[in-house]
């Protein structure tokens, strides 16, 4: 048991930046892949087109008064970062392992382990007294006259006949143990995967931050 405790502890993820997030894991990237905000940019894919077919229209039935009209520049920017962040949300779901997709998290997958195992050791535990207290109507019926020490060191012998061997459930550690090693083999596969996705996501990050402070001088400009 202590075995147990010891390796779901050792399960726990590291805090140290360069073992956790090892140039942007999917454990990571997988956090930004749920992030409903991150989502507008499939609305920007839409909406930027929509204006400009309008606006084509507009020019072609009625170019007396919509002649000069022309999409807007920051509608560009607006498009390309949409596209950008689209594109990455769409190749991390697709390319995340699904041990990552499912879990998201090392710690939830460590509490799904944990589960697990409790339940086993549940029912092991709960076959044990019923094995052994099966042997002990059994032994009464077949020796009445056995002392009660006799027919408890019958039943216990019995028991260990019929249960698995203790010794078994030593495995667990190294059963957490690989786990943990399937997790960090998923967890930083694909690399070059990663990277791409990671630079969609940053490219779009900086559109933002550039429409942000184009718009922030457009307001400073009229006010003074």
């Given at each position: 048991?202590?075995?147990?405790?010891?390796?779901?502890?050792?399960?726990?993820?590291?805090?140290?930046?360069?073992?956790?997030?090892?140039?942007?894991?999917?454990?990571?990237?997988?956090?930004?892949?749920?992030?409903?905000?991150?989502?507008?940019?499939?609305?920007?894919?839409?909406?930027?087109?929509?204006?400009?077919?309008?606006?084509?229209?507009?020019?072609?039935?009625?170019?007396?008064?919509?002649?000069?009209?022309?999409?807007?520049?920051?509608?560009f920017f607006i498009?390309?970062?949409?596209?950008?962040?689209?594109?990455?949300?769409?190749?991390?779901?697709?390319?995340?392992?699904?041990?990552?997709?499912?879990?998201?998290?090392?710690?939830?997958?460590?509490?799904?382990?944990?589960?697990?195992?409790?339940?086993?050791?549940?029912?092991?535990?709960?076959?044990?007294?019923?094995?052994?207290?099966?042997?002990?109507?059994?032994?009464?019926?077949?020796?009445?006259?056995?002392?009660?020490?006799?027919?408890?060191?019958?039943?216990?012998a019995i028991g260990?006949?019929?249960?698995?061997?203790?010794?078994?459930?030593?495995?667990?550690?190294?059963?957490?143990?690989?786990?943990?090693?399937?997790?960090?083999?998923?967890?930083?596969?694909?690399?070059?995967?990663?990277?791409?996705?990671?630079?969609?996501y940053l490219f779009?990050?900086?559109?933002?931050?550039?429409?942000?402070?184009?718009?922030?001088?457009?307001?400073?400009?009229?006010?003074?």
């Open positions: 048991m202590v075995a147990t405790q010891n390796a779901i502890r050792d399960l726990s993820p590291s805090r140290n930046f360069a073992d956790k997030v090892p140039f942007l894991s999917w454990e990571w990237l997988s956090s930004l892949r749920d992030a409903n905000l991150l989502s507008i940019g499939y609305f920007g894919l839409v909406i930027v087109p929509a204006i400009s077919l309008i606006i084509g229209i507009l020019k072609e039935h009625i170019p007396l008064y919509f002649s000069d009209l022309s999409l807007p520049p920051v509608l498009y390309i970062g949409s596209l950008s962040l689209s594109i990455s949300h769409f190749f991390n779901d697709v390319f995340c392992p699904h041990i990552i997709k499912k879990h998201g998290s090392l710690d939830e997958y460590t509490n799904c382990l944990a589960k697990q195992i409790r339940d086993v050791s549940a029912i092991t535990e709960a076959s044990e007294e019923l094995v052994r207290e099966k042997a002990g109507v059994s032994i009464s019926e077949k020796i009445p006259d056995a002392s009660d020490d006799a027919k408890k060191v019958i039943a216990e260990k006949v019929l249960l698995p061997d203790k010794k078994n459930q030593g495995a667990t550690a190294n059963y957490l143990s690989e786990h943990k090693k399937r997790w960090d083999q998923n967890n930083t596969c694909l690399p070059a995967m990663r990277w791409m996705i990671s630079a969609g779009a990050f900086v559109v933002s931050i550039y429409l942000l402070f184009r718009q922030l001088n457009v307001v400073s400009n009229s006010i003074w």
